[in-house]
């Protein structure tokens, strides 16, 4: 059973001291070799562990998860395991939606899960069937047709990687007998601080999904921002039951992230605002399927939270995004900046 721990707490002093020309680049490093280590102890467990055959990969929403599960791979192929990921986001298959009480739909709930689907391709994989793996294309919310490339096998020595919110649900990791799998819980574990406590964990999360959406899923902030707390309340219902069902807790969370981050969120917060003022402002690409049919699901309260955001945001010190390490688990989220 995993547990939260080592909660990183900084201060915008700490910060701030670290924006030197030779103390950037060791927070940095630091940083970065903190959570490789993380990963690491992952790699070594299963590598003196012949028997287990797949690692079950979860988390809240922008937790790093993707990219912690391509380090995994990586370092297992170097151990001479062979390693597919597979993410359990390309097995949406959403027909009836939930709606909370004002009309955000639940995209996030197992329910919007292939669970099937994605149990019997587990188990096929782990006998070295050929499997056609689903693609799920955020932009157009819809599976990409059958392409012969999405065929895949593990190999007799292969180690099978699945990541997503409910890779730790029973009903996706439990295909497979207890010895011969691990579950990972991930999620970023932190506090900033000024004269009060300005971010949070969930914050932090917010935040790197706002700059993933901006650049990646077509969705802009205050978009993300209002249909957050259907996010929240989804990853709630949860959390608790996959979190005791790991076996390792890693801290994502990256001490010079805010750094980038914020900035990033700041300046997309800002556009949204300002098409919000004079009034070209989109639809929340969430809510297409809300019947009947609105824009946002409660504009004032998003934009109140985004005002706060941007003043909070404000106050982290700017650093040029091009200093995040290639590899790093923020490219996850900032793309090509």
């Known amino acids: 059973m995993a547990q939260l721990s080592s909660r990183r707490v900084l201060s915008l002093q700490d910060l701030e001291m670290q924006l030197g020309v030779n103390r950037l680049p060791g927070f940095i490093r630091e940083a970065e070799e903190e959570f490789l280590a993380m990963t690491q102890t992952v790699i070594d467990h299963i590598s003196g562990n012949p028997e287990i055959k797949a690692v079950f990969v979860s988390g809240p929403t922008s937790s790093g998860k993707t990219t912690f599960a391509e380090k995994l791979a990586l370092g297992l192929r170097e151990k001479g395991r062979c390693a597919l990921r597979v993410s359990l986001d390309d097995y949406y298959n959403i027909r009836e939606l939930e709606f909370d009480e004002d009309g955000r739909p639940d995209y996030e709930s197992l329910s919007t899960i292939d669970t099937e689907m994605a149990a019997d391709n587990i188990v096929r994989l782990l006998r070295n069937e050929p499997v056609f793996l689903p693609k799920f294309n955020f932009q157009t919310r819809k599976r990409d047709d059958f392409q012969e490339n999405s065929v895949v096998t593990l190999g007799t020595n292969g180690i099978l990687l699945v990541e997503g919110l409910h890779g ?170």
């Open 168 to 337: 730790l649900s029973a009903s996706i990791s439990g295909v497979i007998p207890r010895p011969e799998r691990i579950g990972v819980f991930i999620m970023p574990y932190a506090d900033i601080i000024g004269d009060q406590k300005l971010f949070r964990s969930g914050d932090f999360r917010l935040l790197r999904r706002i700059v993933r959406d901006e650049r990646h899923r077509g969705a802009h902030a205050l978009a993300t921002i209002d249909y957050w707390p259907m996010i929240e309340a989804s990853e709630k219902r949860c959390f608790d039951e996959y979190l005791a069902a790991a076996d390792f807790y890693v801290n994502s969370f990256l001490a010079y992230e805010t750094l980038v981050i914020a900035p990033a969120a700041r300046a997309d917060i800002e556009l949204s605002l300002s098409h919000l003022d004079d009034g070209t402002i989109e639809p929340s690409v969430f809510l297409a399927r809300t019947n009947p049919p609105k824009a946002f699901a409660d504009l004032d309260t998003a934009v109140e939270r985004a005002r706060d955001l941007y003043h909070d945001l404000s106050r982290i010190p700017k650093v040029d995004p091009k200093i995040v390490p290639e590899h790093s688990i923020l490219q996850e989220f900032i793309g090509e900046l």
